[in-house]
């Protein structure tokens, strides 16, 4: 089998590996001004997605915008969300060169979709395709793809502790060729108790204190997780943005989450239905859980100005601050610009991670099944450090570059 990696490789995001010049795995964006595309020319016979995060799907519904019309395989809840991000991207880019997709583009994809549960085997350009659960956001899915006896394991993002909306990924399919996320491969995540305990005394100290507290988060899995843990310690909170339509999104799809924390999750936020509210909530005492999760878009772009002059309120990121992000701006140095304006922010700034990846310690403990295997690390800005790490551990592995075509 061959394999021609497109994008994600030695980076993170526009992540697609191509199969064989048919099977395509995965067709991202990578945000930014202007975003990143996937490289080379590709037309594939079929498509599968691991899940509903842009730089996965973002990018799927250009592959519509000629005569083909190949089948897009995916979870329930990847399908709904990838369709989401696409009319999102379309609101945000439509009509300009950087939205490679058009509306007509986005119907088609509602035409080929395919759906498959977990532990559903399947034919994708024929090759036999099986998805597992990932654990990292809903309907995240390890792809195993096996044709003439070879069995490749394509992780896509996953995390291997439980999380309060998802459960941790378990299945270790045997595989000849793991192509590996690589994203915290240098990281120890603390334990996620010690976390939640702390960011809810943040929470609690500052609500007490009379101020407010803005949480800047991704509205796809990490959203619903503050949602939770808010609900599991019975403190008040808003949600604002994209992340009120991912949660109704999920609400509609069972045996992806754990519905009966999503439910109480859900009873006990508050959505806010108007940006004419936003101002009024700002002042009000409480946590406003609301995207843009890094700061470059969004309700977060309201709530800051709003609350920034007084050391009482709080910005909580729950998740990483990319480089040049305003987001990572304000965690350096105090400041962010907001629609143009560098502000500076008097309110606390604090970062807990939440993160829904594994880390150093569950990539590798992950790694153990395949010692016998050979892995192919990407998605990660240290993909190259991590396999040379492998290798000497013993592990047959590589990192390649964007471009790369590796036979197996």
């Known amino acids: 089998m061959e394999l021609r990696f497109c994008g994600g490789a030695r980076e993170v995001g526009r992540s697609a590996v191509l199969l064989d010049d048919s099977l395509l795995l995965d067709y991202g964006m990578k945000s930014g001004t202007p975003p990143g595309f996937p490289v080379g020319n590709v037309d594939p016979d079929a498509v599968v997605v691991s899940h509903g995060h842009l730089d996965h799907v973002g990018t799927v519904p250009a592959l519509l915008s000629g005569d083909a019309r190949p089948p897009v395989h995916w979870t329930p809840p990847t399908r709904d969300l990838g369709l989401l991000l696409a009319r999102d991207t379309l609101k945000l880019r439509g009509g300009t060169p950087q939205c490679p997709f058009t509306e007509t583009d986005v119907a088609r994809l509602t035409q080929v979709s ?12 024929g090759h036999d395709v099986t998805l597992f659960d990932a654990g990292h ?132 936020a508050r959505f806010v239905s108007n940006p004419g509210q936003r101002e ?55 400041r962010a610009e907001i629609d143009g304006r560098v502000m500076p922010v008097s309110a606390q700034v604090e970062r807990y991670d939440l993160s829904a990846h594994a880390d150093h310690d569950g990539l590798s403990a992950f790694l153990d099944s395949y010692r016998d295997s050979r892995v192919l690390v990407n998605h990660g800005d240290r993909c190259a450090a991590f396999a040379a790490e492998l290798q000497e551990d013993g592990f047959d592995a590589s990192a390649p570059e964007r471009g790369d075509v590796v036979e197996v």
């Open 114 to 125: 395919e759906l498959h549960d977990y532990r559903e085997r399947f034919d994708a350009a």
């Open 280 to 334: 009024r909530i700002a002042d009000q005492n409480t946590v406003v859980i609301t995207t843009s999760g890094m700061l470059s878009g969004g309700p977060a772009m309201t709530y800051i100005p709003l609350i920034r002059g007084n050391p009482v309120n709080k910005v909580a990121f729950v998740g990483y601050q990319v480089a040049g992000t305003p987001g990572r701006e304000l965690l350096d140095t105090g």
């Open 137 to 268: 956001i809903p309907g995240s899915a390890h792809v195993l793809v096996e044709r003439d006896g070879t069995r490749i394991l394509y992780t896509g993002d996953f995390h291997t502790a439980d999380q309060r909306i998802v459960g941790g990924s378990t299945a270790r399919p045997a595989a000849d060729v793991v192509v590996c996320e690589s994203t915290y491969s240098d990281v120890e995540h603390e334990a996620r108790a010690a976390v939640e305990e702390r960011f809810v005394e943040s929470l609690r100290t500052t609500l007490w204190e009379g101020g407010t507290v803005v949480v800047p988060a991704f509205a796809i899995g990490r959203t619903q997780e503050v949602m939770a843990i808010c609900a599991r310690h019975d403190i008040e909170c808003y949600v604002d943005g994209m992340g009120k339509r991912v949660t109704e999104l999920l609400r509609r799809t069972s045996g992806f989450v754990r519905e009966d924390a999503l439910k109480r999750a859900n009873a006990h």
